[in-house]
């Protein structure tokens, strides 16, 4: 798909977060764990909460679902999938179920597809060797076999928490207790709170043990309680509105939980410490247009903020560095590299590091040949964004990526009052 996006004269809009992705993921996997039906509400179905709700079904549930909400049905136990788990691109579907898929004891194979199976997995290569238990990848996909023990885990902190996640949600189910310690640096700290708030939600318990927060007991032989349970607004997604309406004014953002726990909700300490100007009312915040200045941003909680952050960097005078920034790097695309080469074409002065990248901002900027996705959603609507807050038309080519997380995109930023034109494959 190909969008072709062309500034408004004036850019407003009211714009209602997407409801969270990262806790949609953790809701429905509670839910499919629990014993009787759960509801979940304020649900966006995109292609990553497709791949987790189908796994849902192979995990044993009965899942229906429908225009923003999906009933999960469970039955209290992890089933032998009858087939494979296709995960699709979904990093966190894959890595939050290997260990819970892993307690049905049965040979178990994972498929997806794009760079999936190209992303670090030997956190969990490593604890399955350790307990003889069967783990083996290839570029198509991943098979297991047996189920982990319960016992004591240590984990580093500055790889994907997801791993952690995946642990958190399988060892309650044991009948013995664990514990899991994260060794220092503990990067993606919220995204693990996250998964605690879930559990506690679905009647499941895990408690830091030091006041550090590195070391976790779990109990054994808990359950899943089903509930019914509405899905937060999105700070990841809200991120790339609220970085439009610091740069241009005239944007509001509805349905943002001001006591999230989501890490991405940085953005707005993020955009204040650039001189941002915005009001918060409840779940509602108003921005301003604001001039902006470059500061130094620690990527090491919110990664995802990222590409958009490089957008931001663009329109804040002076220097920009953007730190603890390397595991952009292993996402659906190299985020850095592939953010460098887009912002270049207009004119951006752009240099990075495995690890940093520096951003010189408020210079002249031109309008940019065609524009590529590299198959990343982020990126798509980082790009979409940086033509809107420099008032050039872009032409962005592989756009069809935003419906990994947030199908309706386009349609929402045409709320603002930009043109948006959209071709599919075919160029119809």
Known sequence: MTAHITPPALLKGRITAPPSKSMAHRAVLCAALADGTSRLTNLDISQDIDATLKAAAQLGATVTRGDGWAEIRGRGRVETPSGPVDCCESGSTLRFLVPVMSLCGQPVRFCGRGRLFQRPMGVYQQLFDEQGLEFRQDPEGLSIRGAIAPGDYRLRGDVSSQFIS????????????????????????????????????????AEWTDEGRTALHIPGGQRYQSRDYQVEGDYSQAAFFAVLGAVEGGIQLDGLRPG?????????????????????????????????????????????????????????????????A???????????????????????????????????????????????????????????????????????????????SWPGFFEVLAGTGAGIEVEDAEGM
């Open 326 to 404: 390397g595991r952009l790097r292993l996402k659906e695309s190299d985020r850095i590299a592939a953010m460098e080469q887009e912002l270049r074409k207009f004119g951006a002065q752009v240099e990075s590091s495995q690890d940093t990248v520096t951003v010189q901002g408020g210079l002249p900027l031109h309008a940019p040949g065609p524009l590529e996705g590299h198959n990343d959603h982020r990126v798509v609507m980082s790009l979409a964004v940086a033509g809107l807050c420099a008032g050039l038309p872009v032409t962005i080519q592989g756009a069809g990526a935003v419906a990994k």
């Open 166 to 205: 995946g642990l958190l949600f399988a060892l309650p189910l044991l009948q013995g207790d664990s514990t899991l310690t994260i060794e220092p640096p503990f990067e993606s700290r919220s995204y693990v709170e996250l998964t605690l708030a879930a559990l506690r939600d679905f009647g499941v318990q």
């Open 260 to 324: 999230s726990l989501q890490g991405d909700r940085a953005i707005l300490d993020i955009l204040q410490r650039c001189g941002a100007k915005f009001d918060c009312q409840g779940g509602a915040v108003r921005f301003e247009k604001s001039s902006l200045s470059g500061q130094t941003i620690d990527l090491a909680d919110c990664p995802d903020l990222g590409p958009i952050l490089m957008t931001l960097a663009l329109f804040c005078q002076g220097q920009t560095r953007i730190v603890n």
